[in-house]
């Protein structure tokens, strides 16, 4: 992973953490149209995720927008060039490369995260949010039809009352509210929210990255499942890991988790 991607436009634009950091920022850079997303914007955001997902000096990914706003949503000047595109060309769709990138993906969310960036954002594993920071579906107001999948996710996060209120009367999620709701992970100021987000990443990158990649999937696939099967899921997919694992892999594992037991331990 190098510096700024040169295929972004400027507009997307992906660059790690810090010199020599396994963690990517990617940042929605349109500032002045509240990074309002158009179709090249789109096709790079998902041709950076898929970049990403595939690059083995990347551990995760956090996902910010620059200025006041995280995402306004699709460029509405725009619309009929996005809409009337193909919906199910996943190559272009961020959203589905997103959740096809198997590194962990933390949203720095600050200001609006509206309708397509809404949708964006519950693309992401982790959620960091400024106290400002609002979440707002206005499909129904617009008389867009959801295609990201904000109409089966957020009611899943947040359940389905709750969800339909949201998205039928366009009504604004504080990031008090999101936090309660199990939709945030952490609440910070403002001018912390990258930071915060970088912290969550690297805190990520820190760990087993192999076992993060599989942990990740485990989860996000199991969730589509009911518990019985997803238990299942988990069994056959440990089994598989274990199966591979080589005896220096085991006696390497005991010599790390000896390691640990003879450090004094945090009083967290």
Known sequence: MGAASPDSGDLIVVEPARPGSPVAVVTINRPAALNALTKPMMISLAAAFRRLGADDAVAAVVLAGRGRAFCSGVDLTAAEDVFKGDVKDVATDPVAQMELCRKPIVGAIAGFAVTAGFEIALACDILVAGRSAKF??????FGIFPSWGLSQKLSRIIGPNRAREVS????????EMAERWGLVNHIVDDTEVLSKAIEVAESIARNNR??????????????????????????????????????????NMQKFIQGRS???QSKM
């Open 136 to 141: 707002l579906d206005t499909h129904a107001k």
């Open 168 to 175: 039928l009367t366009c009504m604004p999620v504080t990031a």
């Open 210 to 251: 192999n076992l993060v990649v599989l942990y990740k999937s485990v989860i996000n696939d199991g969730f589509q499942l009911d518990l019985k099967h997803a238990q299942a899921l988990e069994k056959e997919r440990g089994h598989k890991y274990y199966s591979g694992m080589t005896k220096e892999q085991f006696t």
């Open 262 to 264: 003879s450090k004094p």
